[in-house]
């Protein structure tokens, strides 16, 4: 929490999707041509040309976390409450923009789903946060914005009952499953197990999530790539939520038998070979390792009470 009040932001006030580990903002990307990865994978970047991309998730992550941070230390902090001030306006500015989204997809911008999920996030959260402060007039403000995020979303993003990837598509994407674990809607929601089980049927391969399918979105790459790690944790908190507990914990038996001896994973996994591949190891992952974990062992405490 220090490191995010330390943080210098961009002239709206927003804050990057990323920085470097020493609070630098310029991470313009460059090429290593003397360097090969692993097994020989090219090119070798430094830095990363996604870092000064609108992604309007990265609202909702910050305030996420300091509503968990605020909640669990019984205290908000006076240096971040001027952060929640910030981000919940540039979230109010932008949810109606279209962005990159959290893929940092290289494509032309889109009314992506998921971003418009986490600008919710980041109104629910604030106003959350406005109520441990005791700020009655920013808690209602912020959640009537947050009220028409929902509604907004509700009524472009979802086909057939399912959410979709944006709001001109018919694709899925697997970034969707975040409107079960953020509580976008209630676990007994048709139009959540709806939006779950496509997921589960059509976007996997030998059961590993991809993150959606690479002919149906813009995304400015080529090839094809693994199936994403950090989306099939996300199924299993999902699928947890919903009511299917036993499937949750199949799952995650068998994402926790294709971890590396040292009980690591990276970013994506080759399903036809058994190799990782991508970042590794990737905090992503692991941090949706975690959350897949309590889902199943809240859902079994649900059940022995009941």
């Known amino acids: ?55 309007n998730d990265v609202f909702g992550s910050v305030l996420d976390s300091i509503l968990l941070h605020s ?17 919940a306006q540039c979230a109010t500015d932008v ?39 005791g700020d009655p007039a920013a808690e209602a403000k912020w959640r009537a914005t947050a009220e028409k995020i929902h509604v907004d979303i509700l009524a472009k993003g979802v086909r057939d009952g399912v959410l979709r990837q944006h709001y001109d598509t018919e694709a899925l ?15 007994n929601d048709e139009r959540l197990r709806a939006s779950v089980e496509p997921i589960a049927k059509d976007l996997t391969e030998d059961g590993f999530v991809l993150r959606y399918r690479t002919g149906e979105t813009d995304d400015g790459l080529s090839g094809k790539e693994g199936s994403f790690l950090i989306c099939s944790f996300w199924l299993v908190s999902a699928l947890a939520i919903v009511g299917e507990t036993q ?43 975690i959350e897949a974990v309590g889902r199943i062992v809240f859902s079994d405490l649900v059940a022995e009470l009941s």
Not at 71 to 87: A, C, D, M, N, Y
Not at 111 to 127: G, I, Q
Not at 173 to 187: C, Q, R
């Open 71 to 87: 909640v669990r230390s019984k205290r908000l902090p006076r240096r971040l409450w001027p952060i929640v001030e910030t981000q």
């Open 1 to 55: 929490m220090q490191y995010v009040a330390d943080l210098e932001p961009n002239a709206d006030g927003a804050l990057q999707i990323m920085y470097g580990i020493d609070g630098r903002r310029d991470l313009t990307e460059s090429i290593r041509e003397d360097l090969t990865g692993y097994a020989g994978a090219y090119p070798v970047r430094i830095g990363n040309g996604a870092f000064d991309q609108r992604q």
């Open 247 to 289: 499937r949750a914990r199949d799952l995650m038996d068998r994402l926790i038998s294709i971890a590396s001896p040292l009980g690591l994973f990276a970013e994506e996994y080759d399903t036809s070979t058994g190799r990782h591949l991508g970042n590794f190891p990737q905090a992503f992952s692991h941090l949706a390792l």
């Open 173 to 187: 994407d697997a970034s969707t499953l975040l409107a079960a674990v953020f509580g976008f809607l209630p676990a």
């Open 95 to 133: 949810w109606r923009e279209p962005d990159q989204g959290i893929w940092e997809a290289r494509g032309a911008p889109q009314h992506y789903v998921s971003s418009k999920l986490m600008c919710w996030v980041a109104m629910d959260r604030a106003a959350k946060i406005a109520d441990i402060r």
